[in-house]
């Protein structure tokens, strides 16, 4: 199903109508707009003077590490933010591009492994963009480089559509929202990295064997899961399900919500066939037209672009009627969305907590923490914030 929110987006209205129709059909679906979140929420700020903190990951006994958009990883424990060493020399610091997603390693408590995803540059030149899996010291203080997980994505010098958001599914599998960075053919070659959901081994970054085109004699493609996306930021597990929803940057329109389903094409394609190496982005973002396949998204802005962000599923009856809604942030709209999906995951209702709206400035990761609590970064470049979002 499809849903599209009117321009004037901030507006909280009432919800005027829903869609049934499943996803991939091609039908124009009537508009749904958003109301107030039902409740309140209380949003506590326990850290501050980050930099574009990017993602968030969640240590046994109550610690975080956050990662920093110019190559710096704060560790966060009990009101107190400290600096985590680690040599981030190789970072290409650039627009979009830095130290971008974590994800700590499911055996963490014992191997003391996370990875992170970061624009790479040599002698400041870019190189790609890659996954990288430290060890941290058993004191918090440092961090190790222990391999290089993946290499070989594609970079812009620029930054641009640099992705890059990495989550473990329940079966152990290290999923990975890739940008296509701003190049026209790279979404829809399937050798190439870019503009992709990849389905890796967490340890070695290893095509797993039920993976669409494991038969491939290119290790790149047998790495795919889906392809055809923009720049997806969000990579986020239904609980109790193996849905998986992603949130993507559209260009001037249309930033998506999509259910990822195994071996599809998303349909963005700024090569128009590849006869157009310009990265005209006027095309659509699901164009079914060039593509009668391509999977419709969930959900979308419609005429205008939020930036959807990170995104994270409330999870626990603390949350009362916003139980299992998908939180998704927005950087350009400073604001955070509720998105409340039935079992299909077929979006019903769009809902705007207003502790949220345009209060925080632009907001990066969605994280749910180990308490039940809804953990969300800021980035807007001075003093920004992790904070800690809670039903008041």
């Known amino acids: 199903m499809r849903l599209s929110v009117p321009a004037l987006f901030a507006t909280l209205v009432v919800l005027t109508a829903a869609c049934s129709s499943p996803p991939g059909n091609a039908q124009t679906p009537p508009a749904t707009t958003t109301t107030p979140a039902a409740g309140g929420f209380h949003v506590e700020e326990i850290a501050s003077g980050l930099e574009h903190g990017?993602?968030?990951?969640?240590?046994?006994?109550?610690?975080?590490?956050?990662?920093?958009?110019?190559?710096?990883l704060a560790l966060v424990r009990d009101g107190r933010t400290t600096e985590v060493r680690a040599?981030?020399?190789?970072?290409?610091?650039?627009?979009?591009?830095?130290?971008?997603?974590?994800?700590?390693?499911?055996?963490?408590?014992?191997?003391?492994?996370?990875?992170?995803?970061?624009?790479?540059?040599?002698?400041?030149?870019?190189?790609d963009i890659r996954l990288v899996t430290w060890r941290l010291a058993e004191d918090d203080a440092s961090a190790v480089k222990a391999r290089d997980l993946l290499t070989g994505l594609p970079v812009n010098p620029s930054g641009r559509h640099s992705g890059c958001r990495p989550t473990l599914a329940p079966d152990g599998a290290l999923l990975v929202g890739t940008g296509?960075?701003?190049?026209?053919?790279?979404?829809?070659?399937?050798?190439?990295?870019?503009g992709k959901v990849l389905r890796i081994d967490a340890k070695t970054g290893e095509p797993l064997p039920d993976n669409p085109f494991f038969a491939s004699a290119d290790p790149n493609e047998r790495r795919i899961w889906t392809y055809g996306h923009r720049n997806i930021q969000g990579v986020a597990i239904r609980p109790g399900t193996r849905q998986v929803i992603t949130s993507e940057h559209g260009p001037?329109?249309?930033?998506?919500?999509?259910?990822?389903?195994?071996?599809?094409?998303?349909g963005w394609?700024?090569?128009?066939?590849?006869?157009?190496?310009?990265?005209?982005?006027?095309?659509?973002?699901t164009d079914?037209?060039?593509f009668p396949d391509a999977i419709s998204p969930l959900w979308t802005t419609g005429s205008i672009t939020e930036a959807t962000s990170g995104d994270a599923f409330l999870t626990g009856e603390q949350w009362g009627a916003n139980n299992g809604a998908l939180a998704?942030?927005?950087?350009?709209?400073?604001?955070?969305?509720?998105?409340?999906?039935?079992?299909?995951?077929?979006?019903?209702?769009?809902?705007?907590?207003?502790?949220?709206?345009?209060?925080?400035?632009?907001?990066?990761?969605?994280?749910?923490?180990?308490?039940?609590?809804?953990?969300?970064?800021?980035?807007?470049g001075d003093n920004d914030k992790l904070l800690r979002v809670t039903p008041s």
């Open 328 to 380: 998704v942030a927005a950087l350009k709209g400073q604001k955070l969305l509720l998105l409340h999906l039935d079992a299909a995951a077929n979006v019903t209702s769009v809902t705007l907590p207003k502790e949220f709206d345009d209060k925080f400035g632009r907001l990066r990761g969605v994280r749910s923490g180990p308490d039940g609590a809804l953990y969300v970064t800021t980035s807007n």
């Open 252 to 266: 001037a329109f249309d930033d998506e919500v999509n259910l990822i389903q195994r071996g599809g094409n998303y």
């Open 288 to 290: 079914k037209k060039r």
């Open 54 to 72: 990017w993602d968030i990951g969640f240590l046994p006994g109550g610690a975080m590490l956050v990662t920093q958009r110019p190559g710096r």
């Open 87 to 127: 040599d981030f020399s190789d970072v290409l610091v650039q627009g979009e591009g830095g130290l971008m997603g974590l994800v700590l390693a499911a055996d963490f408590a014992s191997s003391r492994e996370f990875t992170t995803c970061q624009t790479h540059q040599e002698n400041g030149k870019a190189v």
């Open 180 to 194: 296509d960075t701003a190049t026209a053919a790279v979404s829809q070659d399937r050798h190439r990295l870019g």
């Open 269 to 285: 394609d700024p090569s128009k066939g590849g006869t157009d190496t310009s990265y005209d982005e006027s095309v659509p973002m």
